[in-house]
């Protein structure tokens, strides 16, 4: 049983230094608004027209929220030290 406890422990551990790794070069992750197809939002009615995700801004990329946690933390560090 420690063994199984020592694997998921571990597995956690590396999935965790990933994501933060891939906040820290690639900040920017796909939008996932459900009808957001690289930054438009399509009608359901009228297949041809679309608009500007507002989630996005029509870029089709989001910033990660490690990345919004890291930002936060930072610029509380920053406030809190001046």
Request: net charge positive.
């Amino acid at each position: 049983m420690t063994t199984l406890a020592l694997l998921a422990s571990l597995a956690t551990l590396g999935y965790s230094a990933f994501y933060i790794l891939n906040c820290a070069f690639n900040p920017w992750g796909v939008c996932k608004r459900p009808r957001c197809r690289g930054g438009r939002v399509y009608s359901r009615i009228f297949t041809k027209t679309f608009r500007e995700c507002p989630r996005c801004n029509g870029t089709g990329r989001r910033v990660r929220i490690g990345r919004r946690i890291y930002e936060y933390l930072r610029s509380e560090h920053k406030a809190g030290t001046r």
